[in-house]
C-alpha cells in the first residue's frame, strides 16, 4: 500500500495544467540559470532549475497580489511608464506577472537574490548591459499592466479580447501576454512565431495593413542592427517598431529620428527608388528639422491637421501602414498616399484625401485659417486659393484649365498633354 501512495505522489505532479502556448522546456533555455543552464550566465554551484523564480515554502506572498510560489523580493521600484497620445488606456505602475518579470529585467535586485536560500545563489555574471535589461524606465517598451478592455475602443485593435493569449480573465495585458517564460520556440520567449508580425496583428489591425507594401513585399533586407535576412513582409512591424529599448519611446519607433526608421530601405537598396538622397539636395522638405519627443512642432498622428505646428516628416505624407503600389491618373491620389489626410478646395478637412493636391494643401494653403507655413513671391501665398477654378486662370491641378486651345501643347517633353489634360 506505501508503494502504491508512493507511486501515485511522483505521478501527480505531471497531471498538471499546462498554458496552450507553453511546453515547459525551459531545461534548454536562457532561464535555466542553473550551473548547466545553456546561456552564458549560469549560476556557480545552484544545480535546481525553478529555484530562481519559485519556491514551494516561504515564497512572497505579502507583496503580491500575483505569487506563483515566487522566490524573489519584487522591491519598491517605481517605472516612468510608456507615454503616447494614441493610446487609449492609461498605462499604470507593473503589477502581476509583469511586475514579477521586472524582478529579474529591470537590474536592481541581483538574480541570485533569491528569498530561499536565503544566502543566495552566486552567479557568474548579471544582465547588466544586455538587452534583457530594461532598467526602470519602461518607456520605451511595449505598455503592460492595463486592461485591453480600456484600450477600447480603438479602431486599430482588435474588438475582443484575442484568443488564444494569457490575459488572466480580465483583459489584463502583461509581459506573459507576449512572452512564455518557459518555452522559447520561437525565440525570444514569445507564445508564438512573430514572422509577419503574427503575434502583433492578434491585436493590432491596422487599416490597410493587409494591402500595405511593407506587409506584402518580398524583397529581402536585413533589419538594423540584426544579423538575419528576411523579406520585408516577414519583418513587418518589426521593420519600423520594436517592443523594446525602442529608438524612440513615441511609437516604439526603431530610430529615435523618423525619417532614420524609413532610410534603411529607402535609400535605394531595398526599395526601388533612392529617397535618402533626395533629401541631401539643396531644395528638399525639412524633415531632420523636428524629431518626436525632442523639437517643438513635431509630428504627432493624433493632431489637428487644420491647424498644423510647422513641420513635415515622411509620415505627413505617407501612411507607412496603407502606403501600396497602386497606380493613379491626375488629380486622383495614388497608392503612396493611401489613407492619409488632407484639406480639399474648400480648407476643410478630408480624411482620407482623394486627390493628391488635397495632401499639399495640409501645408501649402491656409489649412482652415492658420498662417500660411510656405510664403510665395506673389501677392497670395495661399495655393489652395491659387488653384481655385473660379480663378482668370491656374494650372490644371484642381480641374481642366480654361483655355479652349493650348499651342504649346502638346510638346516634345509631354506628347500626351492635351487643353483638357489634369496635371500632378
Sequence with gaps: MRHSLKTLFFVAPLMVSVPAYGQLGIIDTKHNLSVS??????????????????????????????????????????????????????????????????????????????????????????????????????????????????????????????????????????CSTCHDAHDNTHGDFLVMDNRYSALCTTCHLKNGWTTCTHSTS???????????????????????????????????????????????????????????????????????????????????????????????ECVDCHQPHAANDDQAQAPAASGKLNLVDGIDLTGSVVSPINYEYELCFKCHADSGGTPPTVVRWNNENNVRLEFDPANPSYHPVADVGKNAEMPSLPSTDEPTLTASSIIY
Design 37 to 174: 543552464g545553456p546561456g552564458e550566465i549560469r549560476a556557480l554551484t545552484e544545480d535546481r532549475i525553478c529555484i530562481f523564480c519559485h519556491t514551494p515554502h516561504n515564497a512572497n506572498t505579502g507583496q503580491l497580489s500575483y505569487s506563483p510560489l515566487w522566490n524573489r523580493d519584487v522591491g519598491s521600484t517605481t517605472y516612468t511608464l510608456y507615454q503616447s497620445s494614441t493610446m487609449v488606456a492609461a498605462t499604470t505602475q507593473p503589477t502581476g506577472p509583469s511586475r514579477l518579470c521586472l524582478s529579474c529585467h529591470d537590474g536592481t535586485i541581483a538574480l541570485g537574490n533569491v528569498i530561499e536560500p536565503a544566502e543566495g545563489i552566486a552567479m557568474n555574471m548579471e544582465l547588466t548591459g544586455r538587452a534583457s535589461e530594461l532598467g526602470t524606465d519602461i518607456s520605451d517598451d511595449h505598455p503592460v499592466s492595463f486592461s485591453y478592455y480600456d484600450a477600447l475602443p480603438d479602431p486599430e485593435l482588435a474588438p475582443s479580447v484575442p484568443q488564444g493569449l494569457q490575459t488572466y480573465g480580465n483583459g489584463g495585458i502583461h
Design 218 to 312: 518580398a524583397k529581402a533586407w536585413t533589419p538594423p542592427n540584426e544579423m538575419l535576412q528576411e523579406t520585408v513582409a516577414e519583418s513587418a512591424c518589426l521593420g519600423c517598431h520594436v517592443p523594446h529599448s525602442a529608438g524612440g519611446p513615441k511609437r516604439l519607433l526603431r530610430r529615435l529620428e523618423e525619417e532614420e526608421v524609413c532610410y534603411p530601405c529607402h535609400d535605394g537598396t531595398t526599395a526601388d527608388y533612392d529617397v535618402k538622397g533626395q533629401f541631401g539636395k539643396i531644395s528638399k522638405h525639412p524633415v531632420s528639422f523636428t524629431t518626436i519627443g525632442v523639437t517643438a512642432n513635431h509630428h504627432d498622428p493624433a493632431e489637428d491637421i487644420s491647424f498644423l505646428q510647422g513641420h513635415v
